[in-house]
C-alpha cells in the first residue's frame, strides 16, 4: 500500500513539476518581477501558495532556483529535505524555526533581505503572518518528508 501511494506521489509530483520547468523554459531570462509565471503550488504544499520555477529542473538533479508566493496565514508544517535549501525572503515576511512541531514562539521572522539556510535532513518549519515571497535555492531532486506523515498535503482527499 504504501508503495503504491508513493508511486501515486512521484507521478504526480514529476507531472506539477514538469509544468513548472515547462513555464521557466517559456520565462527565459532576466526577468522582471511582474513576468515571473506562478503556478499553484505541488500537492506536496499545502495549497494557497504559489510557486514559479526561476531555474533548473525540480525533478532532476543541479542547481534549482524556485519562488514561493505565500498569502497571509500560510505554514508549512515540521518537515525535511535531503538536501540543503538556501532561503532569501524577497517581499513580506516569512518565520523559520527547528523542531518538530509548529512552535510559533521558538520561530525566527525574517523581513525582506534575510536569509537562512535548512541544513539537510534538519527537521524546520516555516509560516508567514503577512504573506510574503522567498526564493529556495537547492540542489534536485527537490524532495520533501513530513515529520508528522499526516501533515502531508499530498496524502489528504
Not at 511582474?34 to 503556478?39: A, F, K, L, R, T
Not at 520561530?107 to 522567498?134: D, Q
Amino acid at each position: 500500500m504504501k508503495t503504491i501511494r508513493f508511486a501515486v506521489f512521484l507521478v504526480s509530483l514529476v507531472a506539477v513539476q514538469a509544468s513548472l520547468v515547462a513555464r521557466a523554459t517559456e520565462m527565459g531570462g532576466p526577468l522582471q518581477p511582474n513576468e515571473i509565471q506562478w503556478s499553484p503550488v505541488p500537492p506536496v504544499l499545502p495549497a494557497g501558495a504559489q510557486m514559479a520555477v526561476l531555474s533548473g529542473d525540480p525533478a532532476g538533479s543541479g542547481l534549482v532556483t524556485l519562488r514561493l508566493k505565500m498569502p497571509p496565514g500560510y505554514q508549512i508544517p515540521p518537515h525535511w529535505h535531503p538536501t540543503d535549501e538556501h532561503v532569501t525572503v524577497i517581499s513580506g515576511t516569512l518565520a523559520l524555526g527547528m523542531g518538530d512541531t509548529l512552535d510559533r514562539k521558538h520561530s525566527k521572522i525574517l523581513r525582506a533581505g534575510g536569509y537562512a539556510v535548512a541544513a539537510a535532513s534538519m527537521h524546520h518549519f516555516a509560516w508567514t503572518k503577512t504573506g510574503g515571497i522567498v526564493e529556495v535555492n537547492l540542489i534536485g531532486p527537490f524532495a520533501i518528508t513530513y515529520v508528522n506523515a499526516g501533515d502531508d498535503p499530498s496524502h489528504k482527499k
